[in-house]
Structures are given as C-alpha cells and as structure tokens.
C-alpha cells in the first residue's frame, strides 16, 4: 500500500511539473507578440463598442461599413498621398483617422466615433451654422489632415458614415457621456511651461515619437507606426489638436500609448498642459484663410491660437495661457461661459 501511494505521488508530481512547463512556454509565446492579444477585460454581459473583426456578420451594408472602417485605418493609402488613385489623394498628409480617433474611433477618450452619428445634425461655431456628419468630417479633411474635402458622394465618405452609424446604434445612455469627447483637465492658472512640456516629452513621448517628434515609419512607402506630432506631414494650425487645451485632454486620456485611460491617466494635468503646449511649440502647415473661422468672433475658445479675436487679449496668451483670464473676460463682457 505505502509503494502505491508512492507511485501516486511521483505522478503527480510528474503531473504539476508538466503543467507548470507548458504555462511557461505559453507564457513565452505570448510575450513574442502582445499585438495577437485582445487584452480587453468584458464581464459577462457588459456592453462594448462593436469590433469589426467580431461583429460585422451579416450586416446588411457590411461591405460598406467595411470600407468605413479601412478608409480610418489606411487613409493615406484609400484617400491620401499613398492612394494608387491620384484623384482620391484628398488627404494631405500621411496620419490616419485614428492617429487621433484611436482603435478605430472605439477607444473613449479619444474622440470616439461611438454615439457620434446621433448627435448630428449640429451648431458648430465654427462655421456659425447647423452642420452634418459630413461636413465634420470636412473639417478634419481639412485641419488634422491638411487637405481637401472628400466628395459626399463618393463610397469612401458613404462608408465612414456607414461605419460611424454602425458603431452608434444601441448605445447605452450610461455610455455615451464616457465615449464622447475627451477627458476634462484641471488647467492650471499659469502660462503653459515649455521646458517642463519639453522634460515630459523626453520621459514619456520619444519611444513613440522620437526625439525630433517625426514618429515611426517603417520605411518611406509605409504608413506610420507612431504619427509625427509636428512639422510639414502633421497636422495643420487650424486643426483642433492644435489647441493647447484639447490637445492636453487629448493627451491626459491617451498618453503615454498603451497605458493611459479616460479613467487611469497616467499624467497629471500639469503635465498633459505643458506637453500640450511644447508640442505645438513647434512649425506646422498653415490652414488657409483662418481668419474665416469662427464668424461669430465671440465664439471662439479661448485656446485658439490664430486671430482675429474679440477680445485684447494677446497671440501668445491664447496660446500657451494662462486661459483663466480670457474666459472671465468673456464671461464678464458677453455672459458667455468658456471652458477651452
């Protein structure tokens, strides 16, 4: 009896070494690649965003919405200077949608498409009228990727707004506040510090973007892994990301990549503002006839850094801040409340 109980002993011995190995070369595996990992925790029965690669099925517009999803994902190579096609090179620099809009405009936080499609039609002050999904997009066809508008009619268009609907159908109450926009920042009341947004850049920014802040290109015909964050393939001075507010919230919600939440930031505000401003510190394309924004002058952020404005306030201060001060302003003259 004691020799059986032996033999059952080294066996499970032999057992629990044998599990313990092949944890171990799981293990090993999945740390060759964590891009093959859906790392995304849902308990049983909590909502979440659609996923292409899960959801789309037999959607009856599935192809269109598709195509939506890849013109995000691949802009420069369907709608800008990458396209085979040069008639579709409306897009004037190589980002993609989700250079800010990031998982395909899933991720909340980062301006996410969820929800997005039944808030329009809107007022914009910046064209000073009721505008369509269409003509946001526009916007950014123009400003984040310092180009041209996209035709309305054309199927890449249809199919941004077909994936921007498909994403926005049964959303929760309780989700879209989460989804919408970006995260707010507590902005401090002085003037953004460059040498301490510079300091921040060098500890969190340069993995990504690199020192020179030109991002991460495989190879001249590829599309960036990491976005360039200044100079002539980024973003133009009218784009939104341009504002030192926004981009702060932008950041503080996002940043560092892979890290940061809406709801686990890994900066302090202080640190999101200063970035903000040193990133913008920098030489960008020039939007157009700016001075055409905002027809209604007194609508205008207060971060917006390009005039005319309806107050005296200077170039500098609608910058880099301190903002505190123009949205009193504001306040006291026109009863108007200001938050970025």
Same mark, same amino acid.
């Given at each position: 009896m004691r020799k059986f109980d032996r033999v059952i002993k080294r066996v499970s011995l032999l057992i629990g070494f044998s599990l313990a190995v092949t944890l171990f070369a799981g293990f090993s595996l999945i740390s060759v690649d964590l891009g093959l990992i859906d790392f995304r925790t849902v308990n049983k029965g909590e909502w979440k965003p659609k996923s292409i690669a899960t959801d789309l099925g037999n959607e009856k517009k599935a192809a269109l919405i598709k195509l939506g999803f890849d013109v995000i994902t691949k802009t420069p190579e369907l709608i800008g200077p990458m396209s085979k096609d040069i008639k579709m090179r409306f897009a004037g620099n190589n980002l993609t949608c989700q250079s800010c809009h990031l998982?395909?405009?899933?991720?909340?936080?980062?301006?996410?498409?969820?929800?997005?499609?039944?808030?329009?039609?809107q007022y914009r002050g910046r064209e000073d009228k009721i505008g369509t999904l269409e003509e946001r997009i526009d916007g950014c066809m123009?400003?984040?990727?310092?180009?041209?508008?996209?035709?309305?009619?054309?199927l890449e268009m249809q199919g941004m707004i077909a994936y921007m609907k498909w994403l926005s159908e049964d959303v929760p109450e309780e989700?879209?506040?989460?989804?919408?926009?970006?995260?707010?920042?507590?902005?401090?009341?002085?003037?953004?510090?460059?040498?301490?947004?510079?300091?921040?850049?060098?500890?969190?920014?340069?993995?990504?973007?690199?020192?020179?802040?030109?991002?991460?290109?495989?190879?001249?015909?590829?599309?960036?892994?990491? @976005?360039?964050?200044? &100079?002539?393939?980024?973003?133009? %001075?009218?784009? !939104?990301?341009?504002?030192? *507010?926004?981009?702060?919230?932008?950041?503080?919600?996002?940043?560092?990549?892979?890290?940061?939440?809406?709801?686990?930031?890994?900066?302090?505000?202080?640190?999101?503002?200063?970035?903000?401003?040193?990133?913008?510190?920098?030489?960008?394309?020039?939007?157009?006839?700016?001075?055409?924004?905002?027809?209604?002058?007194?609508?205008?952020?207060?971060?917006?850094?390009?005039? @005319?404005?309806?107050? &005296?306030?200077?170039?500098?201060? %609608?910058?880099? !801040?301190?903002?505190?001060? *123009?949205?009193?302003?504001?306040?006291?003259?026109?009863?108007?409340?200001?938050?970025?």
């Open positions: 998982e395909a405009g899933t991720k909340p936080g980062s301006g996410s498409f969820v929800g997005v499609y039944n808030r329009f039609p123009e400003r984040s990727m310092n180009g041209q508008k996209l035709p309305h009619n054309t989700k879209e506040d989460i989804y919408k926009g970006f995260v707010k920042v507590d902005l401090p009341e002085i003037k953004a510090d460059l040498v301490a947004g510079k300091a921040t850049f060098e500890q969190h920014c340069v993995v990504c973007h690199g020192n020179n802040g030109q991002g991460i290109r495989p190879g001249e015909n590829a599309m960036y892994q990491f @976005p360039p964050l200044w &100079g002539n393939d980024s973003y133009n %001075h009218g784009a !939104g990301m341009h504002r030192v *507010i926004t981009a702060a919230e932008f950041i503080k919600g996002n940043m560092p990549f892979q890290q940061a939440t809406y709801d686990k930031p890994v900066l302090t505000d202080r640190e999101a503002y200063n970035v903000a401003a040193y990133i913008n510190s920098f030489d960008r394309p020039q939007k157009s006839n700016p001075e055409a924004d905002f027809p209604d002058k007194k609508k205008k952020p207060v971060s917006t850094p390009y005039g @005319p404005w309806a107050d &005296g306030f200077s170039a500098e201060q %609608h910058k880099y !801040g301190p903002f505190q001060p *123009i949205m009193k302003f504001y306040k006291k003259e026109y009863g108007i409340s200001k938050n970025k």
